[in-house]
């Protein structure tokens, strides 16, 4: 069974003396090492207590600029980062996801003053790179497997990219092979895949730098499909030298790369 999801947080005690005071105390006992900046008091939520009463619950907002694989977690079972467009796969209560892709609608990122900062390793000045893995996929003509991206997107809409994801908690070959099956329905065998190339990329000044892991699977079983139409509209095979004009470009920098035999490329240092 999945683990549920949910916001930090828990209920006011005799000695607490406000309900920050409250949140700062069970921070403090479920994640001692967590330390939150710019508390401030955003919402007060409706919820049903385990007697069926109707009960107001004050959410709080902040900032933290951390790595959650380095806290020590005293309840639940782990910490991670989701970006709102993701929420649909966890196990969370409709009202809490309203509540986290409202706070994220009043706060885009393009706004300086509420964009999340930069992962940081604990206090140290070393950036932590975000991991993203990408199947490069060729059939018997030497074509590459392609996906438009919904118009929506959060990143690259209306854009051909290759199938891709962020590693959670797995492996990067873990992480290949449930992407390949949650978007297309193919299935990947990890010992028929290799690492086929890297693109180290900053999309933007400020921005977390990406390690791009590029995998090439030599045998797979499925024909692709579209299993995830919020994300993915069509899958699409093309010939290496007529690529669509609409592409990600680290990705066709790979695709180049991989047919060239080069290991590595960066894009935007």
């Known amino acids: 069974m999945n683990a549920e999801a949910s916001l930090l947080g828990g209920g006011r005690a005799h000695d607490d003396q406000s309900l920050e005071g409250t949140l700062l105390r069970e921070l403090s006992e479920v994640v001692p090492d967590l330390r939150i900046e710019d508390v401030k008091p955003y919402a007060v939520e409706a919820a049903t207590s385990i007697d069926g009463l109707n009960v107001a619950v004050r959410v709080f907002a902040g900032r933290w600029r951390g790595n959650p694989d380095r ?35 009043e706060n885009p990122p393009g706004d300086r003053s509420a964009a999340a900062p930069p992962v940081w390793d604990g206090g140290s000045r070393v950036v932590l790179n975000g991991i993203g893995v990408h199947l490069h996929l060729e059939d018997a003509e030497g074509r590459v497997l392609l996906g438009l991206r919904h118009p929506d997107s959060k990143y690259a809409g209306d854009t051909w990219h290759y199938l891709a994801g962020r590693c959670e908690q797995e492996s990067a070959l873990a992480c290949l092979v449930r992407e390949a099956w949650e978007e297309a329905g193919l299935v990947i065998d990890p010992a028929d895949a290799e690492l086929a190339h890297v693109v180290h990329v900053v999309d933007a000044p400020g921005s977390l730098p990406l ?46 790369a991989i047919s060239e035999g080069r290991p590595y490329s960066q894009m935007g240092w």
Do not use: N
């Open 71 to 105: 806290l020590a977690l005293h309840e639940g079972v782990l910490l991670r980062w989701f970006p709102p467009d993701e929420l649909d796969r966890l196990r969370l209560g409709p009202a809490t996801r309203d509540l986290i892709r409202r706070h994220a609608a």
């Open 211 to 256: 390690m791009q892991l590029v995998f090439r699977a030599r045998r797979w079983e499925g024909t692709p499909e579209v299993r995830e139409p919020d994300k993915c509209l069509t899958w699409q095979w093309w010939p290496r030298h007529e690529l669509p004009d609409r592409i990600v470009s680290y990705t066709s920098t790979a695709i180049t």
